[in-house]
Structures are given as structure tokens and as C-alpha cells.
């Protein structure tokens, strides 16, 4: 698939200080693509440089479609992380205004917030002012402002990370949905919710790009084999026993459950059988779960 947009050795500095260190990428049209990174990573510079609200120290933006020099930002949807509205105004009112002022007639601005407002399930309170909306109501608002005039690319910083667990359910409920209509890019610190909407990953750490792809790829890159065990009574000792095994990296308790790391599942797993069905392990739980996000990112960074 073609990409929307391509980055070429991005970089930005402040005060002679780069913290944005040659980022290459690029974004693939109809795609929805988590920028991840621990707080001050450079999420959000990389985003208002993307957006057209930061100028890059050098390298290019380049829209699939545009001329040189062209102004990008009409391709482009953003929210940022702490929106702000006018809060007297109803949810039509405000996204009227929006469309008018991201060049629709009156009428179009009219009809694509009444179209809008039922998308992202705002349509029984579009009369109601926003100040009277919910933390996730405003959150998917904004997105439909940042979607109002139809733009290929739509940036979301943070769109989840100070709403409840109802509003986050919202909202992540809102991308699968808008990522069927166009390309979405947002960034977060919550790898949870990158796991569970996105199709490709971007890893931004300390201002570089350590590593990106979609989920599968990066799983299957750095997978490690995991075991979760319960063992009723004195999990220690078989904690002690089990970290001796030399195709075992690591043995940890957490709670009542074992963690076993290997790269060689199938022996350890038929030793753990063997022993709990020669020795009588009071074994309650054999699990064998698959790499998470968070530990793909944990293993990435720590190189």
C-alpha cells in the first residue's frame, strides 16, 4: 500500500540541545500506527512538526499528492493532548465553527458535523453544551473537529491518557472505527492501548526510532517464551529448583504465580510435566502466554 506521508531525517533542537535525532519513516494509507515512547521521549515534538505546528530544524515532510513548498496542513487532522474548548458552546455549534474554519460553506460545515456527531455518538447531546460533557464526550469531539474537513492524515497525541476507563473505551472504540476511512498516527505511553487498536508500531526513545513494525513483526523479532505457573504451597522452593534448569533465563515470583523466560519452551515444558507427575507437584496452572507490547519495548530499549 502506498504511503501517505514520508519523514526524512527529521530533527529538532532547542537551544542547541537536539532532541529530536533524525527520525526516517513512513505512513501507510489506511493504516493506524502508534508512536511509543516513555514521557519525554520526543512524542509530542515529533507530532507538532508532522501537524505543521513546529518548524523541523531540518529534513522533510513529504505528502504523497503535494507540490514543494505546498502547505500540508489541510491533509491533516490533529487533537492535542490537553484540547481546549469553547465550553459555552453545543456540540453542533462547535463543530460548525470548526468546519468553517477548516474552509467548508456553512451548509457543509452543517452537514458534516450532523454526520459527524452521530459517528463518534455524540448525536442526543449535540445540543448540549460542551461544558456539561464528559472527559471522554469532549475527547471524541475533538477527534471530530480533527476529522470535520476530511483530512488523509488525522494525529491524536495522548488521546487516552487522562480519561477513565469508560472514556478510554470510548475513544479506542472511535479509532477501530475511523481507521477503516483513513490513515491514523497517535502516540501514547500506554502500550495497552497500542496492542489493542493499532496495526503497525513506532518505538521513539530519546529522540531516535529504535525500532518499528507492525505488532506481529516486532513479536515475532523478539520473542521470548513465557510460563506462568501456580504451584499450591511453597512456591520457592520449586522457584529454586526450576532456576537451576540451563535452557531457563529467568525465574521470578510474582505473588502466587511463577514467571519462567526460555528459549526452549518444549524441554521445559516436559521437564515441568515430568517432575509434577513424578513428584506429585501440587501444579494448578500451566500457562504458555506470547510476548506482550510491553515487554517488546522493555527489550528494545534496554539494548
Not at 55 to 84: C, M, N
Not at 146 to 151: E, F, L, N, T
Not at 162 to 182: I, T, Y
Request: hydrophobic residues 40%.
Amino acid at each position: 500500500m502506498s504511503a501517505v506521508v514520508t519523514v526524512q531525517n527529521l530533527k529538532k533542537s532547542f537551544h542547541h540541545l537536539e532532541v529530536i535525532k533524525g527520525l526516517d519513516f513512513s505512513l501507510t494509507k489506511g493504516k493506524c500506527i502508534a508512536l511509543l515512547g516513555a514521557n519525554g521521549a520526543g512524542k509530542t515534538t515529533t507530532l507538532q512538526m508532522l501537524s505543521g505546528l513546529m518548524k523541523p530544524t531540518s529534513g522533510s515532510i513529504i505528502f504523497k499528492g503535494a507540490k514543494k513548498g505546498e502547505d500540508f496542513r489541510k491533509w491533516i487532522g490533529y487533537l492535542p493532548q490537553h484540547p481546549v474548548f469553547y465550553e459555552w458552546m453545543t456540540g453542533s455549534e462547535f463543530l460548525e465553527y470548526a468546519g468553517k474554519l477548516a474552509g467548508l460553506t456553512k451548509n457543509e460545515a452543517k452537514n458534516r458535523a450532523e454526520e459527524l456527531l452521530g459517528m463518534v455518538g455524540l448525536a442526543d447531546a449535540k445540543k448540549r453544551r460542551i461544558g456539561k460533557y464528559s472527559g471522554g464526550m469532549k475527547q471524541r469531539l475533538g477527534i471530530a473537529q480533527a476529522i470535520i474537513h476530511k483530512p488523509k492524515l488525522v494525529i491524536l497525541d495522548e488521546p487516552v491518557s487522562a480519561l477513565d476507563p469508560f472514556g478510554r473505551r470510548e475513544v479506542l472504540e472511535l479509532l477501530e472505527q475511523l481507521k477503516l476511512e483513513m490513515t491514523i498516527l497517535f502516540s501514547t505511553h500506554i502500550l495497552n492501548d497500542a496492542e489493542e487498536v493499532c496495526d503497525e508500531i513506532m518505538f521513539l526513545h530519546n529522540g531516535e526510532i529504535i525500532e518499528s513494525g507492525s505488532l506481529e513483526e516486532l513479536r515475532d523479532k523478539h520473542q521470548q517464551a513465557l510460563i506462568e505457573l501456580v504451584i499450591r504451597g511453597e512456591a520457592e522452593k520449586y522457584v529454586e529448583q526450576l532456576s537451576l534448569l540451563s535452557d531457563i533465563q529467568s525465574v521470578t515470583l510474582k505473588g502466587s504465580i511463577i514467571h519462567i523466560s526460555t528459549d526452549d519452551i518444549e524441554k521445559v515444558k516436559l521437564y515441568i510435566f515430568k517432575e509434577a507427575a513424578d513428584k506429585n507437584w501440587p501444579l494448578q496452572k500451566f500457562e504458555v502466554s506470547r510476548t506482550s507490547l510491553e515487554d517488546v519495548f522493555m527489550k528494545v530499549v534496554q539494548k
